[in-house]
Each structure stands twice: as structure tokens, then as C-alpha cells.
């Protein structure tokens, strides 16, 4: 089954704002199995983005932004499309026992 999920987190801020560094969490893990086949990652303001992975393995986006820039948003902007396997639950047990009629 594909799935394409879009996520928008829109920060209004009362007065401009500084913004420290933001560690943005919005990307399927790895070992899920669910297969990306597309992912964008748009944030505003002018920003600088590194991919870190925690010390699960999970890929992290930080972002920093201009020392000193008051922003009056900050705009995160997340589109995937993933392909996702379905996955037959496990049995509950060992197959009941056949059985066998005698004559």
C-alpha cells in the first residue's frame, strides 16, 4: 500500500523571535518497513540543515538558523510517500490437532 503524508508545523510568535537550534523528528525509521520513496523537508526562515541519527538509529534533522535573526515565524514543512508491506499477524499457537475418525 502507498501512503503520502504531508505534516505542516506553523509557529506564530507574538513579537520576532530568536531561534535556537531545532532537532526536527519527521522521517520514518529505518528499519520500519515502510520503504520512502520520496521525502522532502522544507523549513523557513533561511536556515542550515545536518542529518544526525540518534543512538537508536533514527535519522534526526537539526536545524540552525542566523546568530542574532528575529523571525516573526518558523514554518516546517514535511511531504513523504512511503510504500508499507502488510504483515501477517503471527499464529496464536500450534495448528489444533487433525482429527481422524477410526473404524
Not at 1 to 14: A, L
Not at 43 to 51: D, F, G, N
Not at 55 to 76: C, I, M, W, Y
Not at 94 to 102: G, K, L, V
Amino acid at each position: 500500500m502507498r501512503v503520502v503524508v504531508q505534516h505542516r508545523s506553523r509557529y506564530h510568535y507574538p513579537r520576532p523571535a530568536l531561534l535556537g537550534p531545532q532537532l526536527i523528528r519527521l522521517r520514518p525509521a529505518d528499519h520500519t518497513r515502510a520503504r520512502i520513496e520520496s521525502y522532502q523537508l522544507l523549513v523557513e526562515p533561511e536556515h542550515r540543515l545536518h542529518w544526525l541519527r540518534d543512538p537508536h538509529g533514527n535519522r534526526v534533522a537539526r536545524v540552525t538558523f542566523k546568530a542574532g535573526q528575529a523571525v516573526s515565524e518558523l514554518d516546517v514543512l514535511v511531504e513523504l510517500a512511503v510504500e508499507i508491506n502488510a504483515i501477517n499477524p503471527p499464529s496464536s499457537g500450534p495448528a489444533p490437532p487433525e482429527c481422524h475418525e477410526t473404524a
